[in-house]
């Protein structure tokens, strides 16, 4: 089985995520036969409301064979370094039980998604049903439900009382995903699985081979205009790119203004632009929007006059080019010829 992808300070620490290293697993296998769960992981036990700074960073039992009734939270295994994390309910140890992991965003860009999956194992048969419940949270006491990570109880038969270290059956959780997420730089983020066992015939339920992927946004994007200069005829509508090169870690909202500087005047040679809003969404990129400038068609023919835009924005977002010149080229032609095509003059004039 593959190890753990994390740090080893104890306490509080984190797991782990970055962009670099995304991927974090466990197996439990390095607690041999011992009951101190891996740094980051935690059991909360016996309580339907747990948090993880109530948690617990052991378990109360360890077992590798043998017919255990004792009721607790278990370190399970077929040998001293073959390993299971779960639990076992009695009559004086109630369900449900909470195993739980913390992880650290420290990569350079925001988590968007989660791609989680595991496997369930049974130690002991017996005639109570068994179940888990997968949970998700960003301050490890408020937790979502997240159904695709959950075993019901029919994936558990019941049966005589029967124990078997092999194990004896394993229960693969495909890897489900958690999405929609926002989860910035030193942000953290927590996963739940909820034992639930009953009374004094509990079957003996343990969680391994855990594989936690995180999904990274790019690099920070640029936002700009997409040239930082254009033209168009007298008459016509000037589109103006905006370009961003790719996906933002969140809505990143442009504002563009006429600046007021350019030698066309407002109103008279194009129709007044009012300060224009883009909002970028998180999604495929590149992508490109567009403001529009009406130009006046004039009978007068002139020299080419311009308008001089600027963009501001907010959100997570690089710069890049914030300034755009506009040309207007006149589309009247100047003729040149007498101004009447008579005169008269009197003569010795």
């Known amino acids: ?167 004896g059956l394993t229960v693969p959780v495909s890897a489900f995903s958690i999405t929609s997420l926002a989860i910035i730089p030193t942000g953290s983020f927590y996963l739940r699985w909820n034992i639930n066992t009953t009374g004094s015939n509990s079957q003996g339920i343990g969680i391994d081979d855990v594989s936690v992927t995180a999904t990274f946004v790019g690099a920070t994007p640029t936002v700009g205009f997409a040239a930082a200069s254009s033209s168009v005829v007298e008459g016509g509508t000037a589109s103006i790119g905006v370009t961003m090169n790719s996906s933002p870690a969140s809505n990143v909202v442009v504002t563009v203004v006429d600046a007021g500087t350019g030698t066309a005047t407002s109103g008279t040679d194009y129709t007044t632009f009012s300060s224009t809003q883009l909002t970028f969404t998180p999604g495929s990129y590149p992508q490109t929007q567009n403001v529009s400038i009406a130009t006046t068609d004039d009978p007068n023919a002139e020299a080419s006059e311009t308008v001089n835009l600027t963009l501001s924005h907010t959100g997570p977002a690089n710069a890049g080019t914030v300034g755009h010149a506009l040309t207007i080229t006149d589309n009247d032609t100047p003729t040149v010829g007498f101004a009447a095509s008579t005169s008269s003059v009197t003569e010795g004039a």
Request: charged share 5%; net charge neutral; proline share 5%.
């Open 1 to 167: 089985m593959l190890g753990l992808l994390l740090n080893s300070v104890t306490g509080w620490a984190q797991i782990n995520l970055s962009n670099a290293a995304p991927t974090a697993t466990q197996n439990f296998d390095g607690m041999n036969a011992t009951l101190t769960l891996p740094a980051s992981w935690r059991m909360h036990a016996s309580t339907a409301a747990p948090t993880y700074a109530g948690a617990s960073g052991s378990v109360t039992q360890q077992a590798s064979s043998g017919s255990p009734v004792t009721g607790g939270t278990y370190n399970w295994g077929t040998s001293g370094t073959e390993r299971a994390v779960g639990a076992l309910t009695s009559s004086g140890f109630a369900s449900p039980n909470s195993l739980m992991a913390f992880f650290s965003n420290t990569g350079t860009t925001n988590i968007t998604s989660i791609s989680v999956a595991y496997q369930a194992e049974r130690y002991r048969v017996n005639t109570a049903a068994a179940s888990v419940q997968f949970f998700y949270s960003t301050d490890g006491s408020a937790w979502s439900p997240i159904t695709a990570g959950d075993i019901a109880a029919a994936s558990f038969p019941t049966g005589a009382n029967v124990y078997n270290f092999s194990p």
